[in-house]
Structure formats: C-alpha cells, structure tokens
C-alpha cells in the first residue's frame, strides 16, 4: 500500500491523533495548543517522509535524515557493535528503528508503518540521549 495521491493525509493525520495524541492534549490556552501542534506537525512530518523515503529512495545514506547520534545509537542497541565507517542505507536503519518498535520484519511483512516507526524512533531518542551522556561522562574521566 503506497503513500500517493490523497492517501498521505490519513497517514499524516493518524501520526497527530494517534501517535502524538493532539486530541488528548488540555494545555489551557490557545497560544500553548499552537506551540505544541507546531511541534507535533513537525513530528508527524518527519515520521510520514520516513515511511515513504524508506520505501521508494531506499539506497539513501540514512544521514539524509537521521543525525550521527541517532543512527549509529539504533546500530549500537540492535547489533552490540561499532557502528559502520559508512553510514548504512536508508531503508535498513528504518527497518531497524522499527524494529525498536515492534516492527517483526519477516518475509512477508512488508515496509513499515508510521506506528513501529514513532515508537521506534522514541526509544532511539532515549538510545541516543544515552550514547551522548556516556561519551560526555568518559570524556570527563580523562
């Protein structure tokens, strides 16, 4: 099932209800509901082009859209190795992160979907947010 034509938008709009959870959101006033939704479309933007980049420009480097820390944190966590010299393609490091959220990957599964991938890509965050506060506290000790 592709990504063309009018279909993005359910994709788009179910990253923000489900995914984000704008519609839970009680943030009081109209100017912070603005700031979030500012956030949240930007999220939900990220996740739509993941899906769709990772399915029809697989052979990318993943650095077109994933920065060092993020990709080679995903590596580190999956694989319990270095990271690669050269950044892997685009469509493995989406299966991977989606992996990280749930996503089986077996024969007949498919691409992924923007729900493996948001909740892949929130525990990536924390991957990465580890990797840096670990580099910092070595870096440190020296």
Same mark, same amino acid.
């Given at each position: 099932?592709?990504?063309?034509?009018?279909?993005?938008?359910?994709?788009?709009?179910?990253?923000?209800? @489900? !995914?984000?959870?704008?519609?839970? +959101?009680?943030?009081?006033?109209?100017?912070?509901?603005?700031?979030?939704?500012?956030?949240? +479309?930007?999220?939900?933007?990220?996740? &739509?082009?993941?899906?769709?980049?990772?399915?029809?420009?697989?052979? &990318?480097?993943?650095? $077109?859209?994933?920065?060092?820390?993020?990709?080679?944190?995903?590596?580190? $966590?999956?694989?319990?190795?270095?990271?690669?010299?050269?950044?892997?393609? +685009? @469509?493995?490091?989406?299966? &991977?992160?989606?992996?990280?959220?749930?996503? &089986?990957?077996?024969?007949?599964? !498919?691409?992924?979907?923007?729900?493996?991938?948001?909740? !892949?890509?929130?525990?990536?965050?924390?991957?990465?947010?580890? $990797?840096?506060?670990?580099?910092?506290?070595?870096? @440190?000790?020296?």
């Amino acid at each position: 099932m592709g990504i063309a034509g009018a279909g993005w938008r359910k994709f788009f709009f179910r990253i923000l209800k @489900s !995914g984000c959870r704008v519609e839970a +959101l009680q943030l009081g006033t109209l100017e912070r509901l603005e700031r979030a939704l500012v956030i949240y +479309l930007i999220i939900a933007w990220r996740i &739509l082009h993941l899906v769709t980049w990772g399915r029809h420009c697989p052979n &990318l480097p993943c650095e $077109v859209v994933f920065d060092p820390e993020e990709w080679q944190a995903a590596w580190i $966590v999956a694989h319990r190795t270095k990271p690669p010299e050269t950044p892997p393609p +685009l @469509s493995q490091m989406v299966r &991977l992160i989606a992996g990280f959220g749930g996503f &089986l990957d077996r024969k007949g599964d !498919g691409h992924p979907g923007p729900k493996t991938l948001w909740e !892949g890509l929130q525990r990536v965050q924390m991957f990465a947010l580890g $990797v840096t506060a670990a580099k910092a506290a070595y870096a @440190s000790d020296g």
